[in-house]
DNA sequence: GACCATACGGAACGCGCGTTCCGCTTGTCA
DNA sequence: TGACAAGCGGAACGCGCGTTCCGTATGGTC
């Protein structure tokens, strides 16, 4: 249950994979071949393995890395922007970094997310609602979306950005939809 | 180039297999295995093959189908209703449909659709590009977006759709986001 | 009813990839 | 510095799936 102290070749390595992964599955998702990774982190596929039980399992530790990131940004905005600022920065800055990360955007668009999204990423969650009820309180978001609606608009972002990157004026209909009507 | 005449039992086979493919593709879309659509359709592989060069070839039939559905329906409004009410009927029910349908989920997502794209679904393109049109003309869409940037909000609308089914208000803040502002 | 091109079914093939295994190397600690 | 556990690399395995092949069946025709 506890560390039982790895060796420092071993912790090298296991720097080398995650930055590996990190870069591969930004590139190209999931779909990367596991031994793809392990060539550009110079180990062998063995040595992945002994670090992570699977290759699911070290594209998880990738992914919630990031989303502790995004989570990190919220919270400074949180402490420190006016309610309307906040929300209407952070929204695009978070899109265009997802959207400019596969890995993400399979992550965050999995449907439910279900069987492993319990703990994952919460900390984000519960930020970016943070966000939205301050900028709802501030009368300049529509009050009628809860925190998982926004998250959904995410996911449709992502999917916009994605199909026609660099478009602007399409989030920018997402993010009017927001404004009170 | 031309068609040789298809024996009886060959023609009733394909369609048997266009059929098995639209219910499987729509189900689970191009991941469905090959030979679950030949089991479906209570043929052989080898059937399959003799009618579709590839698996990609046969989706790829499935989806033109359902295009030509869709422009089917646009046209009508086209020619029936007034353009506010086109516009603003057609896109939710197309929406609707297309997040059912996993085939369509992808075929339209594909980033770019790059390769073939060419003429397949171009009457859904030029179709929804009418409806848009007049209803900006009608003052009831704001002006600055075009055809392309309606079918990428449609790829983000199903996005959202498939993360969060049934729920109407982020598709409605999607339409709100269109509205003359 | 017989002939034969057309079409069929499903076994077999090849390939890609996740995962495992094992003989060798290397860091650590006395 | 010697010994041993921890770690390593990459070959090998198993599996799923797209595609092909070929012996057999069958609809169309005279």
Known sequence: MSKPVLRADARRNRARVLAAAEEAFAADGLAVPLDD??????????????????????FQAVVVERLEQYADEAQELIDS????????DYLPRVIEQAARNR????????AGGSTYKAETGERFRVNLGALLERAQ?????????????????IVGALAVERYAPGNQRVVQVLLDGLRVG
């Open 103 to 110: 890995a993400m955007c399979e992550a965050l668009g999995a």
């Open 37 to 58: 990774i392990a060539r550009l982190a110079g180990v062998g596929a063995g040595t992945v393995y002994r670090h992570f039980p699977s290759k699911e399992a070290l």
């Open 81 to 88: 922007a006016a309610p309307a600022s906040a929300f209407y």
């Open 137 to 153: 309180s501030a009368g300049i978001v529509r009050s009628d979306i809860d925190t998982d609606d926004l998250r959904a608009l």
